[in-house]
């Protein structure tokens, strides 16, 4: 028998590779499932045989003493639900983006620090061991200094959705490498490649259908950069390709004497390269560098799945047994709100038509306010 009791809110797509990780983590026991729709419960149970099943999570939360929950519903569920966990005294690992506001996420992280409970967001990305293989080599000076960080989504979004699906993810993971965040930049344009207005605000699902619920979005196309306080600069474009590409995401870490490039969203693919200057026309060489027990976990190769598997494993391995009681989890709470304020800092740039400082001192939906007062 395991040592802790999970349950899984939000069952739905994302909520397969949630409970495919839970099962397979010897940790946790599934114990219960919650969910609105009736029709998903049943088909949930039918696959894992979970026998607690519930349309109320206040309900879950009083009945069934739980450790761990894992929250896997769409944005604007997650602050509610990660108040009510914090209030059994149950640890958290929420979904991306963290939450529909900053307003929102600063009274989770507040929850959770005054339940004495851990709070992480699912950025995934944050558990591979290529980003402290990267900051080693950076450590060791074999790009120099650091100075720049280029970003990359992967396409197959408008700016506005993909900032709020795979966007959190590459704030994430450049905030991971350049820190804490001393302001924002942004210019953002509508289908017409002319500056997106407040006319441009849409609901997520509104821009797809298909796309899950992320609140007020804008924007076919944005160009984002950002200064941290340790002197870094950051540029992240979101460019409207038409079609996904997985290996063209991912970030280029540009230093004096060399580059560090790391790509994919899951399955980490990282080169480097040495020397000042790359341009296209040269030819320049980059060198492959892998990590054998990232890549092949379990001594044979993995898939994606298994990798992303992986990944969420070690974040619940930092809630649940932190190699240290008092440091903050994998991919804290305070990490998936910093996300979530690059993306609001952006739109609050775009807005203003320039600079904005962090951290942003309204705590609202800049697109919210910016229709209210265009009406």
Known sequence: MAKYRAALIGCGGKGRDHT????????????????????????????????????????????????????????????????????????????????????????????????????????????????????????????????????????????GNAMMEMGTHLFDW??????????????????????????????????????????????????????????????????????????AYGLDLIGTKGRIALRRSVATVMFIHRGEFMTPVEGHQWEPVSLPDEDSITGQHLETRDINSVLQSRLIQSLLEPDCPDADPISSGREGRASLEMIHGSWESHRQGGRVAFPLKDRSHPLERWREEAS
Not at 75 to 97: I, W
Not at 220 to 235: K, P, V, Y
């Open 174 to 247: 450049v905030h991971n490498f350049g820190g804490e965040v001393s302001w924002a930049d942004a210019h953002i344009t509508a289908a017409d490649s002319l500056e997106a207005g407040p006319q441009d605000i849409k609901h997520s699902q509104e821009v797809n259908p298909r796309d899950r619920d992320a609140g007020l979005v804008i924007g076919e196309r944005a160009f984002c950069s950002f200064g941290f306080t340790n002197g870094i600069h950051a540029d992240c474009d979101f460019l409207a390709e038409s079609q996904a590409n997985d290996r």
């Open 20 to 159: 495919n990780t839970l099962i397979k983590n010897e940790l946790v026991d599934l114990v219960a499932f919650c969910d609105i729709r009736e029709e998903a419960l049943q088909a949930y149970q039918e696959m894992y045989g979970v026998s607690a099943l519930y349309t109320d999570y206040q309900e879950m939360f009083e009945k069934e003493n739980l450790d761990l929950v894992v929250i896997s519903t769409q944005a604007p569920q997650h602050h509610a639900t990660t108040l009510a966990a914090a209030t059994h005294g149950c640890h958290v690992l929420c979904e991306k983006p963290m939450a529909v506001t900053l307003g929102e996420a600063d009274e989770m992280v507040a929850a959770c620090d005054e339940a004495g409970v851990r709070l992480s967001i699912n950025h995934q990305k944050r558990a591979s061991a290529y980003n402290a293989y990267a900051k080693k080599l950076i450590a060791d000076g074999e790009i120099g200094e650091i100075f720049l960080i280029r970003a990359y989504e992967k396409g197959g979004r408008k700016a």
